[in-house]
């Protein structure tokens, strides 16, 4: 069974630019999951999506949105980027509408310059 | 704001100790407590879940929750320098439709042959 696919792998981007991260949960889970993790702040929840709906958010700005396909596939996008931005950006997909144990992809290394 | 705590570390053991790792949450109604593991560049994996009061183990691993208290604990016994990670505490709150898991920043673990 594949895991959790994230891309890209690697993104570097200049101030002000957007970017769109992709996820693709384990097949047959319907909760998708986003994390922003860095070494001060360590894993810091963004949201979470169930069925094509957001259940939940984390105390970010409204620069990060995301969204969730039919097929479980989620995507998420952070516009006018800030150098505070630069991190690693995790994906977790789980099998059960709560949301527990949680199986996150390789995740996106985001630089902005 | 829901707080986990966790030591940052680094805690060294030697090979074959045992080591323990320890967290606490601020949430007194918690319900669900997970040990996730995350080696240097990837990805977090769960290691240990834990619902109610008293001691799980799982091979090597022991997860201990004391609610009263609000305290849970990962041992590691015979520790392996393949055991060298960080350790991250990851907690769900209550009901609703509050689902998201709020993480430790982690305490790393080195594991001395």
């Known amino acids: 069974k594949a895991g959790v696919t994230q891309t890209p792998r690697y993104l570097i981007k200049t101030r002000g630019q957007q970017v769109t991260l992709s996820c693709s949960p384990i097949?047959?889970?319907?909760?998708v999951s986003w994390y922003q993790q860095t070494p001060g702040q360590g894993l810091q929840f963004l949201f979470e999506?169930?069925?094509?709906?957001?259940?939940n958010k984390g105390n970010f700005p409204g620069r990060f949105s995301g969204r969730q396909f039919s097929n479980s596939r989620s995507e998420m996008n952070v516009s006018t980027l800030e150098l505070g931005d630069s991190a690693l950006y995790l994906c977790?997909?789980?099998?059960?509408?709560?949301?527990?144990?949680?199986?996150f992809g390789s995740g996106t290394q985001l630089s902005v310059l | 704001q829901k707080e986990v705590e966790q030591n940052s570390g680094p805690l060294s053991v030697p090979e074959g100790a045992i080591a323990s790792l320890n967290c606490t949450y601020s949430?007194?109604?918690?319900?669900?407590f997970f040990w996730y593991r995350q080696y240097s560049g990837k990805s977090p994996e769960l290691i240990m879940s834990?619902?109610?009061?008293g001691d799980k183990e799982d091979g090597r691993f022991t997860a201990q929750l004391n609610k009263a208290s609000q305290y849970v604990s990962l041992l590691i016994r015979d520790s392996q320098p393949s055991d060298s990670a960080t350790y991250l505490c990851?907690?769900?709150?209550?009901?609703?439709?509050?689902?998201?898991?709020?993480f430790g920043k982690g305490t790393l673990l080195t594991v001395n042959p």
């Open positions: 977790a997909s789980s099998l059960e509408a709560v949301n527990e144990k949680l199986f």
């Open positions: 097949s047959g889970h319907r909760s």
């Open positions: 999506y169930f069925s094509e709906t957001q259940r």
């Open positions: 949430d007194r109604v918690s319900q669900s």
């Open positions: 834990i619902y109610s009061n």
């Open positions: 990851a907690v769900r709150s209550s009901g609703g439709s509050n689902y998201k898991l709020t």
